[in-house]
């Protein structure tokens, strides 16, 4: 046993001597190749050395780069004795430190006159320069291989193709081997060769990138009355492969209007969705809901400032503080507005109409002189920076993702209050029959006061949300006051559902006709299709339903 046990010892050991001795071999073997590759850099004429540069860089190895740098600014030589090739930093005019090139090993002081310096032209510079960009294409940072990725995507050079070959096949990231494969076919489109150009328009084509097209457009170009690419076939597969990507980027296009349309939708939403509740109520035209909305924008203001002086290390928590605070303040002062003006009036639009508008007058000046006419800076947190960026120049951007799902968590948490809550049933009854609720003992003037504040409430929390994407200034509200009440009226006067479809309608629409028709024109359209829409439907979409709104 002990003479079987002994045995596999020694066969074990061995194994283990075998490849340990295998690796130093690679490792030693590698080696040899750097040196030897160096060593090429002062041998032959400069064309030889450009030659040399192209060998060096394709190896990727990181001690490359300060041998081809030490090489740019003049700081490699060879030793006169022995012929190696050493890194020089000059202590005096007659004094050099020198370390191996390869290795890196101090090789402590010698004299200027002990080495040669090895000389170079400004072709051999501008193979170096070459040479040191594409080693960033196998840095260990990723970000710093993207960026060389995209600097040769930009400027593509057959000098780089032997590094990005290296570069491709030891890419691990499958999105950087993508951007990788697109500079190498972006390199190849200046191939002397037919079949690379057109192997490379066929690879590029499969893409949807505006930066892929406009490689492919410059293959279609005449430069000095001549055709840029001399081929036919290339030429009619550039074409044909630009007109891929060109429909293509019309369908993202199209992808990118629908969320800006459900963006601009959810923006008003949130102004259009507190109006929806006194409009649809109590029937006031309240032309200072905008100053609500603008009041909770600078709530938002306020607050941050508040966290910026004293928690500044709590800054992203600001907005959460924020959205309670805009809905105390707005909610107050809209109860203070209807105990105030507003239930004197009731029965009389034309009076509602025009005191609200002086009122919001009021509020816009007494903003102004609290704050300044100036817009105020309200910062965005960490967590709302950034956007999702595709390949075909689409862009989500966080905020008004964001945004978007903020104002349906409102829309639904107003649902909710209206639907399982005393005063949520006590509004519906007034909505639907105000003397009828009275007579059944529902205090209608407390009903009316509330829903004021909570509708004032809700759109001090839209300008919670607009802050992000707007300027805050005591005009706010009136860009978005004149669209609240169509998506209101369209949507159907105090119907949550009918505000939701109005305000993704009418932004869908908005934003899919204005790159047809131009921002003015389109909000003209938007404006008659719905006066159209209202001759047919007066009650809108989705209409209330009760004896006293039927009546």
């Not at 630009?242 to 963006?263: F, K, P």
């Amino acid at each position: 046993m002990a003479v079987f046990q002994s045995l596999r010892y020694t066969t074990v050991s061995s194994v283990v001597l075998m490849i340990w001795l295998g690796m130093a071999a690679v490792t030693a073997a590698a080696a040899q190749d750097l040196a030897d590759r160096v060593a090429a850099l002062a041998e032959g004429g400069f064309n030889d050395k450009v030659t040399a540069v192209g060998a060096l860089a394709a190896t990727g190895d990181d001690r490359a780069a300060p041998v081809l740098e030490a090489m740019l600014e003049g700081l490699l030589f060879t030793q006169r004795e022995g012929g190696s090739i050493v890194i020089g930093e000059h202590l005096s005019r007659r004094e050099l430190r020198l370390a191996d090139a390869v290795t890196g090993a101090d090789l402590g002081t010698a004299g200027s006159r002990s080495v040669r310096k090895i000389r170079i032209n400004n072709r051999v510079r501008a193979a170096i320069r070459s040479a040191l960009g594409g080693l960033k294409l196998m840095h260990p940072d990723p970000a710093e291989r993207r960026a060389a990725a995209a600097a040769v995507l930009n400027a593509p050079d057959l000098s780089f193709l032997p590094t990005l070959d290296t570069a491709i096949d030891r890419e691990t990231e499958p999105d950087l081997k993508t951007l990788l494969g697109k500079a190498r076919a972006a390199v190849l489109l200046s191939s002397e060769t037919v079949a690379d150009r057109l192997e490379a328009v066929r690879y590029l084509g499969t893409y949807t990138d505006p930066e892929v097209r406009g490689l492919l457009g410059g293959l279609l170009v005449e430069r000095g009355g001549r055709q840029a690419e001399p081929d036919d076939a290339v030429r009619a597969a550039a074409a044909e492969a630009i007109a891929d990507i060109d429909r293509r980027l019309q369908q993202w296009a199209i992808v990118g209007n629908i969320y800006q349309g459900i963006s601009l939708g959810s923006v008003l939403l949130l102004a259009a969705i507190g109006l929806a509740i006194t409009f649809g109520v109590m029937g006031v035209i309240n032309m200072a809901h905008g100053e609500m909305v603008m009041l909770g924008a600078y709530a938002t203001f306020v607050t941050q400032e508040l966290f910026r002086a004293y928690w500044p290390g709590y800054f992203g928590w600001s907005l959460a503080v924020a959205i309670p605070f805009a809905f105390l303040v707005t909610a107050l002062v809209g109860m203070a507005i209807e105990r105030g003006i507003i239930r004197f009036l009731y029965g009389r639009p034309l009076e509602t109409l025009l005191a609200t508008w002086g009122l919001s007058l009021i509020l816009q000046q007494a903003v102004r002189t609290i704050f300044g006419p100036t817009n105020r800076e309200v910062g965005t947190p960490d967590w709302m920076q950034g956007a999702i960026e595709t390949t075909a120049g689409l862009t989500l951007t966080y905020n008004r993702l964001y945004i978007i799902l903020f104002s349906l968590i409102v829309l639904f948490a107003l649902m909710l209050v209206l639907r399982h809550t005393a005063l949520g049933l006590q509004m519906r009854a007034v909505t639907q029959n105000r003397p009828m609720a009275a007579g059944m003992g529902i205090p209608t003037g407390r009903v009316d006061m509330l829903t004021f504040g909570l509708g004032s409430g809700i759109a001090g929390i839209g300008g919670v949300a607009l802050s992000q994407i707007d300027n805050v200034s005591p005009n706010l509200g009136q860009s978005y006051i004149v669209d609240s009440f169509m998506v209101v009226v369209f949507g159907g006067v105090g119907n949550l559902w009918g505000t939701l479809a109005g305000a993704m309608s009418l932004g869908v629409i908005n934003k899919l006709l204005e790159p047809y028709a131009g921002a003015v024109l389109a909000k003209i359209l938007v404006l008659v299709a719905i006066i159209l829409f209202i001759q047919k439907r007066p009650r809108g979409l989705f209409a209330l339903k009760g004896r006293a709104v039927e009546a």
